[in-house]
């Protein structure tokens, strides 16, 4: 079965600086997608990235950007010039036959 | 184009009563999966239905089951319920991708289940 750890429960970052967010995961399969969702306190589970895993080129979705690194399985978020907004839970998921998600990491953007 | 959409929003039961919450999913979707979302925690998988059938299963108990009908709506049902079923359940919609992976998924906002 496939897990997803993301190690930092909580996380704090001021105003337009860059922060990163770790996930790691653990699977046997060679073909599948990571993504990284929002869920602000509304509940609704936001899209923020996604990355093929046969592709070798990190995503990038203007602010945000992932460091993909498939041998180490690691697929870590980076948030460039956080704004207010960006403060919510965020979850580091797996894709292959069905979605699997980490505990998340609560990150809190400060003015 | 509406997104997924999930009833009610809101719900407070008993221990041992019986609940449904419903789902129905992205249009063009046919595929829905189900998680529960204890307080501060993320999303575990109870299971997905893809042509009206259980196709995958999460480690939840048989109380768990759930139903797809012909127009790819679903529900789920949580039998004898406990306090410990009190979380956020959130339904997801997305369809099979040629290549044999799922694609485009969509989450609703949930339905608050609160167990008393």
């Known amino acids: 079965a496939q897990t997803v750890t993301q190690s930092q429960p909580e996380m704090s970052v001021q105003e337009a600086e860059t922060v990163t967010l770790s996930c790691t995961y653990d699977?046997?399969?060679?073909?599948?997608?990571l993504f990284w969702y929002k869920q602000p306190p509304s509940r609704q589970m936001i899209l923020v990235i996604r990355?093929?895993?046969?592709?070798?080129q990190n995503a990038t979705e203007n602010r945000f950007s992932v460091n993909f690194q498939k041998a180490a399985k690691s697929f870590s978020l980076k948030i460039s010039d956080s704004q207010l907004g960006d403060t919510a839970m965020y979850f580091c998921?797996?894709?292959?036959?069905?979605?699997?998600f980490g505990a998340g990491t609560r990150l809190t953007v400060k003015p | 184009d509406a997104g997924v959409t999930q009833s009610p929003t809101h719900l407070i039961k008993t221990r041992g009563q019986q609940v449904t919450l419903r789902c129905s999913p992205k249009?063009?979707?046919?595929?829905v999966s189900w998680y529960q979302q204890a307080l501060g925690q993320g999303p575990q998988f109870i299971f997905q239905?893809?042509?009206?059938?259980?196709?995958q299963r999460g480690n939840f108990p048989d109380r768990f089951s759930g139903h797809q009908f012909p127009n790819y709506s679903s529900e789920l049902n949580v039998n004898a319920l406990l306090l410990g079923d009190s979380a956020l359940y959130l339904c997801?919609?997305?369809?099979?991708?040629?290549?044999?992976?799922?694609?485009?998924?969509?989450f609703g906002s949930g339905t608050r289940l609160t167990v008393v």
């Open positions: 699977t046997s399969e060679s073909n599948y997608y």
């Open positions: 998921a797996f894709n292959n036959n069905d979605m699997r």
């Open positions: 249009s063009g979707h046919d595929t």
């Open positions: 239905y893809y042509e009206e059938e259980e196709r």
């Open positions: 997801a919609s997305s369809f099979w991708w040629p290549t044999g992976s799922l694609y485009g998924y969509t």
């Open positions: 990355q093929e895993a046969y592709k070798q």
